[in-house]
């Protein structure tokens, strides 16, 4: 009995999750993170550790996701080469106190916002991006002063050990660490106080997380998911719309990513020329073959392989399968796949796909997309392929996501420029760019008075006549 307790006990505890965050603070109180010297540092060498080591990453990521040496390089490795660059870019401005204007109430005063770092953070991220989606809030976090633990996801192995053993080599140890583990660790995680929560996942966890914060007051930034929705007029370039359809579907991570394309909404007459076009740029990318192509990724496990299979299977819905359908169990591999006019109440129109399963709705006026998508939950983002004008402006008026994206897919998060971020459903608070230094720094209110100017009308015996004078 003894022995057993002893193997279901988590190599990570409260106990060391206590500890854990004890010495991180004890680190905190040097103030070390807080010069720019050593935030800019250790930014430099979380370049390096990227540049040194952009094969080890790119292995981890075959290994875990089996993603494409290409995608893995675009996706996550040069994404983070350029987050990094344009934080330290801007750092050093940004850490600045602000110059406020004073008023007439406060006279004679000056006033300013002094950033402050929040102090001990923790970041939990998913799997699908496990390596950028653990180290994008790490730059924020660092650049804000902050100390932190990152806990990568369970379910990408190779890529949170390759986290472990080269933050450990480029980064400084007792402000920085990562803690592996699964439901258990995170849990003795999350019973510590911290000073933020960044959650990257789903929203059944992003419950538990702002649960586990609300006890502490802490301070949460959820990075959720949803159904991202993309309308497509026929006011198109067909070609262009179904390249970059299939990138934003199958070319990121084969589905698998929070701001895939979800299920397309189109008009009825338009759907069997997009259907043709779908097909025939997916053969110019993926062979006749998808399930033998590189250039896919796998799905992540057997369960999750299991849940888009469930998806596929419903009655009401396998005969509505107008293109692909392959599935390779022993591989975990699924073909790019559409379907026309699933029915509304299936799984795969209610849950999040987040696979190679790419519903079509249709719809007899365009417009109509806008009231379908504002029926639903707040997505993380929604797309609109078209050249109309007006179209364009109703898109952005009525729709709530997010963020929006005309004619393409998934790149306005390639902007450090726009805040990238869920609203309602899809989450809250958002990162990227200053958005990131931000997200962990406090914005601290400060007012200087001198000794002059002390209007006796403030202080009592209040009398009708000092009220008049104020
Ligand atoms: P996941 O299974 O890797 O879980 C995310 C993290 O939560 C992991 O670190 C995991 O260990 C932890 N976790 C899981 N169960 C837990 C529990 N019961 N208690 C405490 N911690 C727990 O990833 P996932 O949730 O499958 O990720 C996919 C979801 O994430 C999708 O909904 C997707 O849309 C969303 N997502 C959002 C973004 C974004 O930037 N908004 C990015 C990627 C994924």
Same mark, same amino acid.
């Given at each position: 009995?003894?022995?057993? $307790?002893?193997?279901?006990?988590?190599?990570?505890?409260?106990?060391?999750?206590?500890?854990? &965050?004890? /010495?991180?603070?004890?680190?905190?109180?040097?103030?070390?993170?807080?010069?720019?010297?050593?935030?800019?540092?250790?930014?430099?060498?979380?370049?390096?550790?990227?540049?040194? #080591? %952009?094969? $080890?990453?790119?292995?981890?990521?075959?290994? @875990?996701?089996?993603?494409?040496?290409?995608?893995?390089?675009?996706?996550?490795?040069?994404?983070?080469?350029?987050?990094?660059?344009?934080?330290?870019?801007?750092?050093?401005?940004?850490?600045?106190?602000?110059?406020?204007? =004073?008023?007439?109430?406060?006279?004679?005063?000056?006033?300013?916002?002094?950033?402050?770092?929040?102090?001990?953070?923790?970041?939990?991220?998913?799997? *699908?991006?496990?390596?950028?989606?653990?180290?994008?809030?790490?730059?924020?976090?660092?650049?804000?002063?902050?100390?932190?633990?990152?806990?990568?996801?369970?379910?990408?192995?190779?890529?949170?050990?390759?986290?472990?053993?080269?933050?450990?080599?480029?980064?400084?140890?007792?402000?920085?660490?990562?803690? %592996?583990?699964?439901?258990?660790?995170?849990?003795?995680?999350?019973?510590?106080?911290?000073?933020?929560?960044?959650?990257?996942?789903?929203?059944?966890?992003?419950?538990?997380?702002?649960?586990?914060?609300?006890?502490?007051?802490?301070?949460?930034?959820? %990075?959720?998911?949803?159904?991202?929705?993309?309308?497509? @007029?026929?006011?198109?370039?067909?070609?262009?719309?179904?390249?970059?359809?299939?990138?934003?579907?199958?070319?990121? +991570? *084969?589905?698998?990513?929070?701001?895939?394309?979800?299920?397309?909404?189109?008009?009825?007459?338009?759907?069997?020329?997009?259907?043709?076009?779908?097909?025939?740029?997916?053969?110019?990318?993926?062979?006749? /073959?998808?399930?033998?192509? !590189? @250039?896919?990724?796998?799905?992540?496990?057997?369960?999750?392989?299991?849940?888009?299979?469930?998806?596929? $299977?419903?009655?009401?819905?396998?005969?509505?399968?107008?293109?692909?359908?392959?599935?390779?169990?022993?591989?975990?591999?699924?073909?790019?796949?559409?379907?026309?006019?699933?029915?509304?109440?299936?799984?795969?129109?209610?849950?999040?796909?987040?696979?190679?399963?790419?519903?079509? &709705?249709?719809? @007899?006026?365009?417009? !109509?997309?806008?009231?379908?998508?504002?029926?639903?939950?707040?997505?993380?983002?929604?797309?609109?392929? =078209? +050249?109309?004008? =007006?179209?364009?402006?109703?898109?952005?008026? +009525? &729709?709530?996501?997010?963020?929006?994206?005309?004619?393409?897919?998934?790149? #306005?998060?390639?902007?450090?420029?726009?805040?990238?971020?869920?609203?309602?459903?899809?989450?809250?608070?958002?990162? #990227?760019?200053?958005?990131?230094?931000? =997200?962990?720094? #406090?914005?601290?209110?400060?007012?200087?008075?001198?000794?002059?100017? /002390?209007?006796?009308?403030?202080?009592?015996?209040?009398?009708?006549?000092?009220?008049?004078?104020?």
């Amino acid at each position: 009995m003894a022995s057993e $307790d002893k193997k279901k006990k988590p190599a990570f505890d409260c106990e060391a999750a206590s500890s854990t &965050v004890k /010495d991180l603070r004890a680190t905190f109180a040097t103030e070390k993170t807080r010069s720019y010297e050593w935030r800019a540092s250790q930014l430099k060498s979380l370049l390096k550790l990227i540049n040194d #080591h %952009e094969s $080890d990453i790119i292995d981890a990521l075959r290994s @875990d996701l089996s993603k494409p040496a290409h995608e893995a390089f675009v996706s996550e490795i040069s994404m983070l080469r350029s987050s990094c660059e344009f934080i330290l870019k801007g750092l050093k401005r940004w850490m600045m106190p602000e110059k406020v204007k =004073t008023t007439i109430t406060t006279f004679p005063s000056s006033a300013e916002i002094v950033p402050e770092p929040l102090g001990v953070v923790l970041v939990i991220s998913a799997w *699908n991006y496990p390596f950028y989606l653990s180290v994008d809030p790490v730059i924020g976090a660092i650049a804000a002063g902050n100390a932190l633990v990152l806990k990568p996801s369970e379910i990408a192995p190779a890529t949170s050990s390759l986290l472990v053993k080269l933050f450990g080599e480029y980064l400084d140890s007792s402000a920085i660490k990562v803690v %592996e583990g699964a439901v258990p660790e995170t849990s003795a995680l999350l019973e510590q106080k911290w000073d933020k929560i960044f959650y990257t996942g789903n929203g059944k966890v992003g419950r538990i997380v702002a649960a586990a914060a609300a006890k502490h007051l802490t301070p949460v930034a959820l %990075e959720l998911g949803g159904k991202c929705p993309v309308i497509v @007029d026929s006011d198109i370039n067909l070609t262009v719309t179904a390249r970059r359809l299939i990138g934003g579907k199958w070319g990121l +991570n *084969n589905g698998q990513a929070c701001v895939s394309a979800d299920h397309i909404i189109t008009t009825k007459d338009f759907a069997p020329k997009l259907i043709d076009a779908l097909k025939l740029e997916l053969e110019q990318f993926f062979g006749k /073959d998808p399930l033998i192509s !590189e @250039d896919l990724s796998r799905i992540v496990s057997s369960n999750h392989f299991a849940h888009l299979s469930k998806l596929l $299977d419903e009655d009401k819905v396998s005969g509505k399968i107008v293109h692909g359908g392959g599935r390779n169990k022993d591989d975990l591999k699924i073909a790019p796949t559409i379907l026309l006019d699933a029915p509304e109440d299936s799984l795969i129109m209610n849950e999040e796909i987040f696979g190679p399963l790419l519903p079509i &709705v249709t719809v @007899d006026n365009i417009e !109509e997309s806008f009231s379908i998508i504002n029926s639903k939950e707040k997505p993380l983002a929604a797309y609109l392929f =078209t +050249n109309n004008k =007006t179209l364009k402006g109703k898109f952005v008026k +009525n &729709v709530s996501a997010g963020g929006l994206l005309i004619n393409d897919i998934a790149l #306005h998060l390639a902007n450090p420029n726009l805040p990238f971020g869920g609203v309602g459903e899809s989450g809250m608070d958002a990162y #990227h760019g200053k958005f990131s230094f931000d =997200t962990f720094t #406090h914005k601290k209110a400060v007012l200087y008075r001198s000794f002059v100017g /002390d209007a006796p009308a403030r202080y009592p015996p209040y009398t009708p006549g000092k009220l008049r004078l104020l």
